[in-house]
């Protein structure tokens, strides 16, 4: 970083930029909001789902291509209510609840709690409920609050011509106990032997009572989720197998390791199911938040799914006939906050710019620095005049890169804007097509971290990004 380039050091207003940069460049828009919008309801936009996809492709290229251990699964949003009984989210994925009882808003107890100073780690429900009427706890009106209530965060719904209880559902709050009811399919399809793992991106729905932060805290989001199936006695040795995989799937997206904290859960914090759980937490713009988890499960969920379906969910070992409940290492990530800590890691600011045009720039210019792996566009052809001399030949250009790469076609204002506009949205090189072009048959190609400009070949650009793009 040189001397003039700097991250915006003031939390709410780089959260205010980032969040403007994405709905005026098409990474993420207010959801429904020619209606007026949904509460905290978000849109990936053009820019916003080549970036989210792009994340999603890597993970999967990472954790289940390039391994001879891991198979995939895409599993139904709304499952049988009894996985759900058998899991244990009918009676425990609860959070504390109360309401202002003048403007009927509704808050989590916990959160209101910590806005008054208090510390509630390790706090279950009564306690907290007790700490709230001990300092007469208001809501953040001045208003009087009612009795806490536990709050069901599942999404129901219900499924056929009439609505009653027989027929409620739930959209799933979690990937994982797909993969733990589908785990002797999978197994037996697969071949695999333990240890192995099963992976899934997909959605998932939370009834939050108050989401918010962007798009850090939503009632639908995505996540990538892994169940590493091992032998009871081994799973310290995957655990932190898994640990070093995080760090190493974070190192390759880009994202900020001075912004890092692994945080090891106490067991009074810990969900009910896990015997570890380390925390990988951010130093997000409204303060250092959660953004990925892993846990050992140990077998709670296969034992619970076993004694609730009656169905044998043991492994039998081919080579000793041993037989027995795997244990489960859980490597969990957010698809949703992992998009916003590559945004916030990538966002740089330039006082007084840094054109290479002689255009005078004053105001800092933005520069978002995303990993070519995951940039939404890759290259961004740029010829130098509209004149159709210079167009034709840059539009089949960019059709014929297209072919392997995003690409983005721009001839409107002039080159230095062009210039700014491609690295405000993190595109990785930009090819200027000149009037030199015409005659020696070569384009500038310009580095967005460098700002090196080369003059390279036309007939060797594909080699030439190949090597740069390709992984």
């Known amino acids: 970083m040189t001397e003039k380039e ?88 609860n959070d504390p609840l109360v309401e202002d009882k003048k403007t009927h808003e509704r ?52 499924l056929g011509p009439v609505k009653d209880e027989e027929n409620k559902v739930y959209f799933r709050p979690e990937t ?75 190192r390759d997206i880009g994202i900020s390791e001075d912004k890092l904290h692994f945080v090891e859960i106490a067991e009074a914090d810990r969900a009910h199911y896990s015997k570890r759980t380390i925390d990988v937490e951010f130093d997000y713009p409204f303060g250092q938040k959660e953004l990925y988890g892993l846990a050992y499960r140990g077998d709670f969920d296969l034992k619970s799914h076993q004694d609730k379906s009656r169905q044998d969910l043991e492994y039998r070992d081919p080579e000793t006939n041993e037989k027995y409940l795997p ?37 800092a210019e933005v520069v978002l620095r995303l990993d070519k792996k995951i940039a939404p566009i890759k290259i961004a052809i740029l010829p130098l005049s509209k004149k159709e001399e210079l167009s034709v030949p840059a539009k089949q250009l960019a059709d014929k890169l297209r072919k392997r790469w995003m690409i983005m076609y721009d001839e409107s204002q002039s080159i230095g804007k062009r210039y700014r506009r491609q690295d405000e949205i993190g595109t990785p090189y930009c090819i200027t097509i000149d009037f030199d072009s015409l005659e020696d048959k070569k384009v500038t190609v310009r580095d967005r971290d460098t700002m090196l400009q080369e003059r390279i070949a036309i007939d060797d650009l594909e080699n030439y990004f190949k090597e740069k793009l390709d992984y």
């Not at 780690?121 to 907290?128: I, Q, T, V």
């Not at 799973?235 to 640990?243: G, I, T, V």
């Open 107 to 158: 808050f989590r107890l916990d959160h209101l709690l910590e806005a008054a100073g208090e510390n509630v780690s390790g706090l279950g429900f009564e306690a907290m409920a007790a700490k709230a009427k001990e300092i007469n706890l208001k809501s953040p009106k001045g208003n009087e609050l009612t009795d806490a209530k536990q709050f069901n965060m599942m999404l129901e719904t219900y």
């Open 327 to 363: 244990h489960v290492i859980e490597p969990s990530f957010g698809v949703d906050r992992t998009i916003l800590a590559v945004l916030i890691s990538a966002y740089t600011e330039i006082e007084g710019g840094r054109s290479t045009t002689t255009e005078a720039i004053k105001e």
């Open 176 to 250: 994982a106990q797909a993969i733990f009811v589908d785990f002797q399919n999978s197994l037996e399809t697969s071949r695999q032997r333990i240890p192995f793992g099963i992976a899934q991106i997909g959605k998932a729905f939370r009834n939050e009572i108050t989401p918010g932060n962007f798009i850090f805290r939503t009632r639908e989001f995505e996540q990538m989720e892994i169940e590493y199936f091992v032998k009871p006695t081994e799973w310290e040795k995957y655990f932190e197998e898994w640990l070093e995989n995080m760090k190493s799937w974070m």
């Open 6 to 93: 700097k991250t915006q050091s003031d939390p709410k207003d780089l959260m205010e930029k980032l969040v403007s940069l994405c709905k005026r460049r098409g990474f993420v828009f207010p959801g429904s909001e020619i209606y007026g919008g949904l509460a905290n309801s978000w849109d990936y936009g053009p820019l916003g789902v080549e970036l989210k996809n792009n994340i999603k492709k890597l993970w999967w290229k990472k954790f289940v291509q390039e391994r001879g251990d891991m198979v995939g699964l895409d599993a139904a949003l709304v499952m049988n209510p009894k996985v759900w009984e058998a899991s244990g989210h009918v009676a425990t994925f």
